[in-house]
């Protein structure tokens, strides 16, 4: 007959045990969640929060560059700073840095096929055939 233990191991739970180094770590512990660290600092928001300010941040300098006179490096940049947005916002707010590699793949081959495809096409002369 198998024995039933009150108590499940320490590595099994969530909530600390009194008297064991994991309530000592959980009590010193800061929530988390609330911060961010960035290239080595700690920003006292939560994730979502940061990646808001900067996609706010790219757009504020995306609408600067817009209202410049026109020339290719301005284009140049406003497509970069698109790509910035759209991998920040699929990275994050759509959770794919949590998924599968394949889950990346998926995304990323087309991408680059249509990426491919699209300059393929833009260097083909117009006309006299």
Same mark, same amino acid.
């Given at each position: 007959m198998a024995q039933v233990h009150e108590h499940a191991p320490a590595a099994f739970?969530?909530?600390a045990i009194p008297g064991t180094e994991k309530e000592a770590v959980? *009590?010193?512990a800061p929530h988390n969640h609330d911060v961010t660290v960035?290239?080595?600092r700690t920003l006292p928001f939560?994730?979502?929060t940061v990646v808001f300010g900067i996609l706010a941040a790219i757009t504020i300098v995306e609408v600067i560059i817009s209202e410049l006179?026109?020339?290719t490096i301005g284009n140049i940049l406003l497509i970069v700073l698109s790509l910035?947005? *759209?991998?920040l916002v699929v990275a994050f707010y759509m959770h794919?840095?949590?998924e599968s590699p394949l889950y990346t793949a998926i995304l990323v081959v087309p991408v680059v096929l249509v990426v491919i495809a699209t300059l393929f096409l833009t260097s083909v002369p117009l006309g006299n055939y």
């Open positions: 739970t969530d909530k959980d *009590a010193a960035i290239m080595g939560p994730v979502y006179p026109e020339g910035i947005k *759209a991998v794919l840095r949590e």
